[in-house]
């Protein structure tokens, strides 16, 4: 089966969620799964489910701590870099099925590798493998590149109203 290349990006809330549901359907469906989650390195529920699908569901976090607004440290840059060698093996061995690189617009963005470097990864992967990219800022060349693109816009979030995030819900 052709594996297609989907951009889930924009300010709204669901880019990982969107992709982690899409992980969930292709494990249930005896698919193998591979997310790497660029500018992460922390617990969150999500992956505390996903590890009871580790026989389908490899995640691996390429970040050096709980990046959320500012500047990339040079440890998330060192980290993004590593992760996405590990990554094109993975993509290139042909084990996986289904390959998602969370946040990979905004380590595009940030420059912790470059646009031209996805560009080749989406270009040379085995056929078959379904790629998933998530992040705000999705680069130009990347949304055209794409087979699919939803852009998340963010029409009302209570996180204006200083909800911060909750545990089982956005955590």
């Known amino acids: ?27 249930g469906a005896g698919r193998h799964v591979f997310i790497a989650q660029f500018l992460k390195h922390r617990p969150s529920s999500e992956l505390e489910a996903l590890k009871q699908l580790s026989n389908n569901i490899t995640v691996r976090q390429y970040g050096d701590g ?5 500047e990339p ?11 996405f060698q590990e990554i094109r093996e993975a993509i290139m061995s042909g084990a996986h ?8 617009n905004l ?3 940030f420059n912790l590798f470059s646009v031209n470097d ?15 990219i998530t992040g705000r800022k999705a680069d130009p060349a990347i949304i055209e590149r794409a087979d699919l693109v939803t852009d998340m816009r963010m029409v009302k979030h209570y996180y204006e109203q200083g909800i911060t995030a909750r545990k089982g819900i956005e955590e």
Not at 1 to 27: P, Q
Not at 66 to 70: A, E, R, T
Not at 97 to 104: C, F, R, S
Not at 118 to 132: A, C, F, M, Q, S
């Open 1 to 27: 089966m052709k594996g297609f290349v989907h951009v889930y990006t924009g300010d709204g809330k669901g880019k990982t969620t969107a992709a982690l549901g899409l992980a969930l359907r292709a494990a």
């Open 66 to 70: 709980d990046f959320v607004q500012g």
């Open 73 to 83: 440290t040079e440890g998330d840059t060192l980290a993004a870099r590593k992760g």
């Open 97 to 104: 099925d289904v390959v998602i690189l969370d946040e990979a």
């Open 107 to 109: 380590a595009t963005f």
């Open 118 to 132: 996805l560009l080749d990864l989406i270009n040379t992967r085995p056929e078959h493998v379904e790629l998933v």
